[in-house]
């Protein structure tokens, strides 16, 4: 405890939540780790008045932080087959979790969301951020290193040889922080109706070579990008 997973921008990220955020450690030796922020963000509704359901951190004042309410901590359960899973309910009974396999390839991810209200959910675009500052491959303050494919948003070391890579599926915007530094893939939940539940798929996963197409094009015919 007490790392903070940022370099800069750290007043944009006071008081991280633990039960948002998984570290990674690349394959190669001295690799250091990054953290997957899962979810960092959930917003809903349309914009310009769109409301914050959800933040892992203390900045931008969430839907519940202008009522005066506060969201209790939570924890990861392990499983016994090695996968992670978190759930909240928010006070308007919306629930939300997630859950993370980690696999010898990749870290596989989903996120899901009920609506426990009577009204239909609109725009839920969800923010997942993958955190840099313990990779000294990737840590470089800098978003030259960047390649932004929808859905994948990947970047590499200094040299180009080794990457790293995040998808989701229905992603609205990769991008990236130089300031963090960080990395996004961010999804959008199909519309959910009172009683439904939507589901999202995610990965991040590390690459060493430099055909990084042919990876991605890889990924892609494992076939979970495209499916429902």
């Given at each position: ?17 633990r ?40 900045h ?20 016994t ?14 629930k ?29 675009v ?103």
């Amino acid at each position: 405890g007490g790392r903070h997973p940022r370099v800069g921008f750290r007043d944009g990220a006071i008081r991280p939540h633990r039960e948002s955020k998984i570290s990674l450690f690349p394959p190669w030796k001295e690799g250091g780790y990054v953290v997957v922020d899962v979810p960092e963000a959930i917003w809903s509704g349309p914009r310009p008045s769109r409301e914050l359901l959800y933040l892992a951190h203390t900045h931008v004042p969430t839907k519940w932080d202008k009522q005066g309410i506060s969201l209790e901590p939570l924890e990861w359960t392990r499983h016994t087959d090695g996968t992670y899973s978190v759930a909240r309910t928010l006070p308007n009974q919306v629930k939300f979790g997630a859950r993370v396999q980690p696999t010898a390839n990749a870290l596989q991810m989903e996120l899901w969301i009920t609506n426990g209200t009577d009204k239909t959910l609109t725009g839920l675009v969800v923010q997942n951020c993958v955190m840099l500052k313990s990779a000294p491959d990737f840590n470089q303050l800098t978003t030259e290193n960047n390649l932004l494919s929808s859905p994948f948003a990947a970047r590499h070391n200094p040299a180009g040889n080794r990457w790293l890579i995040t998808a989701w599926q229905h992603c609205v915007r990769p991008w990236g922080n130089s300031i963090c530094p960080c990395l996004h893939s961010d999804p959008q939940f199909p519309d959910c109706k009172p009683g439904e539940t939507q589901r999202l798929k995610g990965w991040v996963s590390f690459y060493e070579g430099t055909n990084i197409e042919k990876e991605f094009e890889r990924i892609r015919q494992l076939g979970w990008i495209n499916k429902p």
